[in-house]
């Protein structure tokens, strides 16, 4: 009688897409540094278009990184060259793509120690992971990736996990009140590999916008919706980060 | 021709006199004339001689007078009114004599209280007229009339709708002080009850205010037991719900927050129960609910939107009353009794939800309810002096007893009230009352508070001042304290920003006068002057144009800040004939006070009120509107039509994913910009009769422009909904069973569609175009109820009856909101995607609250 959700159909009104998404974060990790660029589409479950021939590079301090398309993944863009993002230098993105150059600058964030995490039990020994304890922290905001993986113990179909989640320093009415969340279930023994990424202010406000609008949208406390903001220029998406981050692999127990 | 001392027969004729008044027939039409040629051409066509002092009537005034075949009795009747003379026959010849002061008609005051005979209740908006004349008052808010009128007999007659109408024969030699009772017609038979007349009808309405009253509330189908006051709200032309499950409302297009209820003077900043369900005002403790949409009177505001105005009732002054309802989801209890008979009485209300049964199998962990407590006092000291005490305590508390987690609320008002008459023209009604509301959200040791108190004293007058003038003035001292928001939090997570509790200080002074032309010209003009002050200590800051901190301000105690705005009202009331009306209104309305939400959700959610204050000016707004009332008197109906156009400035509007909770930068959060709307609103009401009820159409339009959003071009605003359709209907099936049917179809509420999507690590992100570019489907409700009568006697003394009701029987799914951003799960509802490698495709998802709802309530009274 009270409160009923499901699933529809609804026809949206499309926008002018098509536009260059871009879907980078460099590190200070020593590596070949990646940057994938799409393009924007209609529908909600559509496939993004790769963006194949442009051309990439990252500027910083006099020194130019460049970015070459990878062969067997549409859209990845790799540098040529291993190399770390530094402390208090400026890193420019420069795309060029169809006769226009797409420009966005970021510079290093700093990272905190990972803390402790643990998992929950379920009654049938089971494990799930809540990140409450995560969401506020008024002075090192983070972004978590947390790549689980139980092939080893399972043959099930679904053996891989991908969970983000994030520390801001600021509260949402959303975030507190969140609408109810696909509960990620692994078996004790899992593999977890975490990446924690340091966040900027810019950055982290991207993020923000981001959680607002796919992770905690849809609960009973929503807010008006709006576009996330980009720090790409020439009216693209997306946004170019450089993030201090920390790895950590455990066992799930 | 004129001398001192001189004294002029005019000589015209004088033999057939006598004969002439009943033969002849006098027709003139002349303009601007001396009137000694009117004297001339009438002594010409009538045969009859004038005489009079020239000093005293100057022959030479000129006039403009037209009589058509008239006798000469009447001409010289019509002749007289114009030059304020009167006349006399003395043997045929007639003598025109100047009305000196001393001879106009003496006036004096007729004044007291209308109250119900068997409760002693005071009756507010009954009706005071005089016996074959247009002339008549009203009693005010509590009971009260005061009319001139000229010494002599007169008869009175009393009326109220719902009981029987009295006359009373005077004699006004002096001033007199009456007080009556009517006598109520027994309960729910609307087809016997006393209608007003229509001059009395129309009389009684005044631009943009529409009463609501209690018994129209309770005669509603009911959701879970209760009627609920924004329900009732909704049914009107120009008041909008937000949806299913919420408190909130919109009237004319104006925000939430611009909506003022008072219970009594004092502010109730959130009248809702169970995040809207229910209502804080008890039903059976309002006396009447009005409601002002436009030409809000000077002595109240400050809300641009509308101002709710409950007064509740004093209780029986005569004897023991025990009356209650009984729901399997809510009880609610009553208790009237005379403290001193006819004197002083209390009145006690209590009311408590009882459905943990309900949830007791699902989630025995949820301890969830919510209880009224309402008391009001009131005593006659004298014929002089009154006073009342009302208190009204109202809370809400939802939690998990496992995880701690819950949120609850709290509505705390009082008033003291003082009633003095300082004579048969001076009323006043002095009054201290609070008005404070608290918020509370605890999700294990992590406690979110924020509240809002008002202290306030008033004092209104009410000047009678003659029969065609009233004048009501007064003055208002209010200091407001806002807890924006506090955080107690788990210390392992992290220290909370501070944020400083602010007060303000307003105050204002109002006049308002209304005055009536003639018997169909009525015309009210006023002005409220209001001072708001932000007093220190205080800690605000400076933004510049990027809305970043320029400067940070740390003031000492007293004043630091201040708004003295002006905010004139104009009414003009024009009757076209006996049955219909024309009324037109402008007015400038200002708000101080202002929540802080970028939540569309229909929730109560984190409340934040904020003050105006240097970075926040005061929000305008001014309201230009045009109603028509005609009553048909055949089908008995009433049609009301009304069109308006109001602009908004200093709307509050919100950058994209503004951080509005525990942020001490909050207003560089805020955007401001400007709002317009504009509708026609009709409405077919049948008020008497078996079958009775109105039907409501609106045509409303809202949108905003704020600077720097949607590209600064104009949206529709979330409450533009541009048809809306209501319709109610009572029908007595039998002598004690009756029907009662509620039909309301509206356009569904805007929302911002996403236009496109794209990919960031491996999640989907929406792209939005322009702001609230969708809309949800429009919004469809059919609620119906039977009450049976259990009393087979109406004049019974223990009353009772069953009411079975459904809410939404048609089961229409009223979509609340939609969401892109869910995978759907096999017979669950659909969730938010977790894990990013799951390729479960995302859906659409819509929600909605209430499909049916059927409930069964016993009441009663002793």
Same mark, same amino acid.
């Given at each position: 009688?009270?409160?009923?959700?499901?699933?529809?159909?609804?026809?949206?009104?499309?926008?002018?897409?098509?536009?260059?998404?871009?879907?980078?974060?460099?590190?200070?990790?020593?590596?070949?540094?990646?940057?994938?660029?799409?393009?924007?589409?209609?529908?909600?479950?559509?496939?993004?278009?790769?963006?194949?021939?442009?051309?990439?590079?990252?500027?910083?301090?006099?020194?130019?990184?460049?970015?070459?398309?990878?062969?067997?993944?549409?859209?990845?863009?790799?540098?040529?060259?291993?190399?770390?993002?530094?402390?208090?230098?400026?890193?420019?993105?420069?795309?060029?793509?169809?006769?226009?150059?797409?420009?966005?600058?970021?510079?290093?964030?700093?990272?905190?120690?990972?803390?402790?995490?643990?998992?929950?039990?379920?009654?049938?020994?089971?494990?799930?992971?809540?990140?409450?304890?995560?969401?506020?922290?008024?002075?090192?905001?983070?972004?978590?990736?947390?790549?689980?993986?139980?092939?080893?113990?399972?043959?099930?179909?679904?053996?891989?996990?991908?969970?983000?989640?994030?520390?801001?320093?600021?509260?949402?009415?959303?975030?507190?009140?969140?609408?109810?969340?696909?509960?990620?279930?692994?078996?004790?023994?899992?593999?977890?590999?975490?990446?924690?990424?340091?966040?900027?202010?810019?950055?982290?406000?991207?993020?923000?916008?981001?959680?607002?609008?796919?992770?905690?949208?849809?609960?009973?406390?929503?807010?008006?919706?709006?576009?996330?903001?980009?720090?790409?220029?020439?009216?693209?998406?997306?946004?170019?980060?450089?993030?201090?981050?920390?790895?950590?692999?455990?066992?799930?127990? | 021709?004129?001398?001192?001392?001189?004294?002029?027969?005019?000589?015209?004729?004088?033999?057939?006199?006598?004969?002439?008044?009943?033969?002849?027939?006098?027709?003139?039409?002349?303009?601007?004339?001396?009137?000694?040629?009117?004297?001339?051409?009438?002594?010409?066509?009538?045969?009859?001689?004038?005489?009079?002092?020239?000093?005293?009537?100057?022959?030479?005034?000129?006039?403009?007078?037209?009589?058509?075949?008239?006798?000469?009795?009447?001409?010289?009747?019509?002749?007289?009114?114009?030059?304020?003379?009167?006349?006399?026959?003395?043997? $045929?010849?007639?003598? *025109? !004599?100047?009305?000196?002061?001393?001879?106009? &008609?003496? #006036?004096?005051?007729? @004044? =007291?209280? +209308?109250?119900?005979?068997?409760?002693?209740?005071?009756?507010?908006?009954?009706?005071?007229?005089?016996?074959?004349?247009?002339?008549?008052?009203?009693?005010?808010?509590?009971?009260?009339?005061?009319?001139?009128?000229?010494?002599?007999?007169?008869?009175?007659?009393?009326?109220?709708?719902?009981?029987?109408?009295?006359?009373?024969?005077?004699?006004?030699?002096?001033?007199?002080?009456?007080?009556?009772?009517?006598?109520?017609?027994?309960?729910?038979?609307?087809?016997?009850?006393?209608?007003?007349?229509?001059?009395?009808?129309?009389?009684?309405?005044?631009? $943009?205010?529409?009463? *609501? !009253?209690?018994?129209?509330?309770?005669?509603? &189908?009911? #959701?879970?037991?209760? @009627? =609920?006051? +924004?329900?009732?709200?909704?049914?009107?032309?120009?008041?909008?719900?937000?949806?299913?499950?919420?408190?909130?409302?919109?009237?004319?297009?104006?925000?939430?927050?611009?909506?003022?209820?008072?219970?009594?003077?004092?502010?109730?900043?959130?009248?809702?129960?169970?995040?809207?369900?229910?209502?804080?005002?008890?039903?059976?403790?309002?006396?009447?609910?009005?409601?002002?949409?436009?030409?809000?009177?000077?002595?109240?505001?400050?809300?641009?939107?509308?101002?709710?105005?409950?007064?509740?009732?004093?209780?029986?002054?005569?004897?023991?009353?025990?009356? $209650?309802?009984?729901?399997?989801?809510?009880?609610?209890?009553?208790?009237?009794?005379?403290?001193?008979?006819?004197? =002083?009485?209390?009145?006690?209300?209590?009311?408590?939800?009882?459905?943990?049964?309900?949830?007791?199998?699902?989630?025995?962990?949820?301890?969830?309810?919510?209880?009224?407590?309402?008391?009001?006092?009131?005593?006659?000291?004298?014929?002089?002096?009154?006073?009342?005490?009302?208190?009204?305590?109202?809370?809400?508390?939802?939690?998990?007893?496992?995880?701690?987690?819950?949120?609850?609320?709290?509505?705390?008002?009082?008033?003291?009230?003082?009633?003095?008459?300082?004579?048969?023209?001076?009323?006043?009604?002095?009054?201290?009352?609070?008005?404070?509301?608290?918020?509370?959200?605890?999700?294990?040791?992590?406690?979110?508070?924020?509240?809002?108190?008002?202290?306030?004293?008033?004092?209104?007058?009410?000047?009678?001042?003659?029969?065609?003038?009233?004048?009501?003035?007064?003055?208002?001292?209010?200091?407001?304290?806002?807890?924006?928001?506090?955080?107690?939090?788990?210390?392992?997570?992290?220290?909370?920003?501070?944020?400083?509790?602010?007060?303000?200080?307003?105050?204002?002074?109002?006049?308002?006068?209304?005055?009536?032309?003639?018997?169909?010209?009525?015309?009210?003009?006023?002005?409220?002057?209001?001072?708001?002050?932000?007093?220190?200590?205080?800690?605000?800051?400076?933004?510049?144009?990027?809305?970043?901190?320029?400067?940070?301000?740390?003031?000492?105690?007293?004043?630091?800040?201040?708004?003295?705005?002006?905010?004139?009202?104009?009414?003009?009331?024009?009757?076209?004939?006996?049955?219909?009306?024309?009324?037109?209104?402008?007015?400038?309305?200002?708000?101080?006070?202002?929540?802080?939400?970028?939540?569309?959700?229909?929730?109560?959610?984190?409340?934040?009120?904020?003050?105006?204050?240097?970075?926040?000016?005061?929000?305008?707004?001014?309201?230009?509107?045009?109603?028509?009332?005609?009553?048909?008197?055949?089908?008995?109906?009433?049609?009301?039509?009304?069109?308006?156009?109001?602009?908004?400035?200093?709307?509050?509007?919100?950058?994209?994913?503004?951080?509005?909770?525990?942020?001490?930068?909050?207003?560089?959060?805020?955007?401001?910009?400007?709002?317009?709307?504009?509708?026609?609103?009709?409405?077919?009401?049948?008020?008497?009769?078996?079958?009775?009820?109105?039907?409501?159409?609106?045509?409303?339009?809202?949108?905003?422009?704020?600077?720097?959003?949607?590209?600064?071009?104009?949206?529709?605003?979330?409450?533009?909904?541009?048809?809306?359709?209501?319709?109610?209907?009572?029908?007595?099936?039998?002598?004690?069973?009756?029907?009662?049917?509620?039909?309301?179809?509206?356009?569904?509420?805007?929302?911002?569609?996403?236009?496109?999507?794209?990919?960031?690590?491996?999640?989907?992100?929406?792209?939005?175009?322009?702001?609230?570019?969708?809309?949800?489907?429009?919004?469809?409700?059919?609620?119906?109820?039977?009450?049976?009568?259990?009393?087979?006697?109406?004049?019974?003394?223990?009353?009772?009856?069953?009411?079975?009701?459904?809410?939404?029987?048609?089961?229409?799914?009223?979509?609340?909101?939609?969401?892109?951003?869910?995978?759907?799960?096999?017979?669950?509802?659909?969730?938010?995607?977790?894990?990013?490698?799951?390729?479960?495709?995302?859906?659409?998802?819509?929600?909605?609250?209430?499909?049916?709802?059927?409930?069964?309530?016993?009441?009663?009274?002793?």
């Amino acid at each position: 009688m009270l409160s009923c959700e499901e699933a529809t159909d609804w026809e949206l009104e499309t926008g002018e897409n098509g536009k260059l998404v871009v879907d980078a974060i460099l590190t200070d990790e020593i590596d070949h540094q990646k940057i994938r660029l799409s393009l924007s589409y209609d529908e909600l479950n559509g496939i993004a278009p790769k963006v194949l021939d442009a051309n990439v590079w990252v500027e910083v301090n006099g020194a130019v990184f460049p970015f070459t398309a990878d062969e067997n993944n549409f859209g990845l863009y790799i540098s040529d060259d291993p190399f770390e993002v530094l402390n208090n230098l400026n890193y420019q993105l420069n795309i060029e793509w169809q006769g226009q150059l797409y420009q966005a600058d970021s510079k290093l964030s700093t990272v905190f120690p990972i803390p402790a995490i643990t998992f929950e039990q379920r009654t049938d020994s089971t494990l799930t992971f809540q990140e409450v304890p995560f969401l506020y922290n008024p002075n090192q905001q983070a972004m978590y990736e947390m790549e689980i993986d139980w092939s080893h113990l399972s043959n099930d179909s679904i053996t891989r996990a991908k969970i983000v989640f994030f520390t801001f320093s600021t509260l949402q009415e959303s975030e507190l009140i969140r609408p109810s969340r696909e509960t990620v279930i692994f078996p004790k023994g899992s593999r977890v590999f975490l990446t924690k990424y340091g966040l900027n202010e810019d950055f982290a406000e991207y993020l923000r916008a981001l959680a607002i609008e796919i992770y905690w949208d849809g609960g009973a406390f929503y807010s008006a919706s709006s576009s996330l903001p980009t720090n790409i220029s020439s009216d693209a998406l997306g946004y170019f980060s450089t993030c201090a981050v920390l790895r950590d692999t455990l066992i799930a127990e | 021709m004129r001398k001192p001392g001189f004294i002029l027969f005019f000589l015209l004729g004088s033999v057939y006199w006598a004969q002439a008044q009943h033969t002849a027939n006098i027709t003139i039409d002349v303009s601007n004339v001396p009137l000694n040629e009117v004297l001339n051409e009438i002594s010409r066509q009538s045969g009859a001689d004038f005489s009079f002092n020239p000093q005293q009537i100057d022959p030479q005034q000129t006039i403009s007078y037209k009589v058509k075949n008239a006798r000469l009795e009447r001409a010289l009747t019509i002749l007289c009114k114009k030059i304020n003379s009167e006349y006399t026959v003395i043997e $045929g010849q007639i003598i *025109l !004599k100047l009305i000196k002061e001393k001879d106009l &008609p003496l #006036f004096y005051t007729l @004044s =007291g209280f +209308v109250g119900d005979k068997t409760t002693g209740e005071s009756l507010i908006g009954a009706s005071v007229s005089i016996s074959g004349t247009p002339r008549g008052v009203f009693t005010n808010a509590f009971g009260y009339y005061s009319i001139q009128l000229e010494a002599g007999p007169h008869e009175l007659v009393y009326s109220y709708v719902g009981y029987e109408l009295e006359r009373e024969k005077i004699e006004l030699k002096t001033n007199v002080v009456k007080n009556l009772s009517l006598k109520s017609v027994p309960i729910d038979l609307p087809d016997v009850i006393i209608g007003l007349s229509l001059k009395t009808k129309l009389e009684s309405r005044h631009a $943009g205010e529409k009463e *609501l !009253k209690p018994n129209e509330l309770l005669n509603m &189908p009911e #959701f879970a037991g209760e @009627s =609920g006051l +924004v329900k009732g709200l909704q049914s009107l032309p120009g008041v909008k719900i937000h949806s299913d499950g919420s408190a909130f409302f919109y009237v004319r297009g104006g925000e939430r927050d611009q909506n003022l209820v008072i219970i009594d003077d004092a502010p109730i900043y959130n009248p809702s129960h169970l995040f809207g369900f229910y209502s804080t005002v008890i039903p059976d403790f309002a006396k009447s609910i009005k409601v002002y949409k436009s030409d809000i009177p000077t002595d109240l505001g400050d809300r641009l939107s509308s101002i709710v105005s409950i007064r509740t009732k004093d209780g029986n002054l005569n004897k023991f009353e025990f009356s $209650g309802a009984i729901n399997p989801l809510i009880n609610r209890f009553s208790i009237e009794t005379p403290i001193v008979k006819k004197k =002083g009485s209390i009145l006690v209300s209590w009311r408590r939800s009882n459905f943990e049964w309900l949830y007791r199998k699902t989630a025995p962990e949820s301890k969830i309810g919510f209880g009224d407590f309402n008391f009001k006092w009131n005593h006659k000291l004298n014929r002089k002096n009154r006073i009342f005490f009302t208190t009204i305590f109202s809370g809400d508390s939802f939690t998990n007893s496992v995880n701690n987690t819950g949120i609850g609320w709290a509505n705390f008002a009082m008033t003291l009230r003082w009633n003095h008459i300082f004579g048969p023209k001076l009323f006043s009604n002095t009054t201290i009352y609070t008005g404070n509301y608290g918020y509370r959200l605890s999700f294990a040791n992590n406690i979110w508070q924020s509240g809002i108190g008002t202290l306030s004293f008033k004092t209104d007058f009410t000047h009678y001042l003659s029969p065609q003038y009233k004048a009501k003035f007064g003055l208002e001292s209010q200091g407001y304290f806002i807890n924006p928001g506090i955080f107690t939090l788990d210390p392992s997570i992290g220290i909370l920003p501070e944020i400083n509790a602010n007060s303000s200080r307003k105050f204002t002074l109002y006049y308002q006068g209304t005055y009536e032309f003639s018997k169909r010209l009525k015309a009210r003009a006023g002005l409220r002057m209001v001072n708001w002050s932000n007093q220190g200590p205080a800690t605000w800051y400076r933004f510049d144009e990027n809305h970043t901190v320029q400067d940070t301000v740390n003031t000492g105690v007293g004043e630091y800040h201040n708004y003295l705005k002006l905010d004139p009202r104009f009414s003009i009331q024009y009757d076209l004939d006996s049955t219909s009306q024309l009324k037109s209104s402008f007015g400038w309305y200002h708000q101080y006070l202002q929540l802080i939400s970028n939540s569309e959700s229909p929730f109560t959610s984190f409340e934040v009120w904020l003050p105006a204050s240097p970075n926040i000016k005061p929000q305008a707004a001014w309201q230009l509107d045009l109603s028509y009332l005609k009553y048909l008197t055949k089908p008995k109906l009433e049609l009301t039509a009304a069109v308006y156009y109001k602009k908004y400035f200093n709307q509050i509007d919100y950058r994209p994913h503004p951080t509005t909770l525990l942020n001490p930068l909050i207003e560089g959060e805020l955007r401001f910009g400007s709002m317009h709307s504009y509708g026609l609103e009709l409405m077919l009401k049948k008020e008497l009769g078996r079958l009775n009820g109105w039907v409501g159409y609106t045509y409303s339009r809202v949108k905003r422009n704020t600077p720097g959003l949607n590209n600064d071009a104009d949206y529709p605003a979330f409450q533009d909904r541009p048809h809306d359709f209501s319709m109610m209907l009572n029908y007595r099936l039998k002598r004690r069973t009756f029907l009662s049917a509620y039909l309301t179809i509206f356009s569904g509420s805007t929302f911002s569609a996403p236009t496109g999507f794209y990919t960031y690590n491996d999640q989907t992100i929406p792209i939005f175009d322009e702001k609230n570019n969708g809309r949800l489907p429009s919004y469809q409700r059919l609620d119906l109820a039977i009450k049976f009568i259990l009393n087979k006697n109406p004049e019974a003394k223990y009353k009772h009856s069953l009411t079975f009701s459904v809410y939404n029987f048609l089961a229409h799914k009223n979509i609340l909101f939609v969401n892109f951003n869910k995978i759907p799960r096999d017979d669950a509802k659909p969730v938010v995607k977790a894990n990013l490698f799951n390729e479960t495709a995302l859906t659409a998802s819509q929600t909605d609250l209430i499909r049916f709802f059927p409930s069964l309530t016993y009441k009663f009274k002793l």
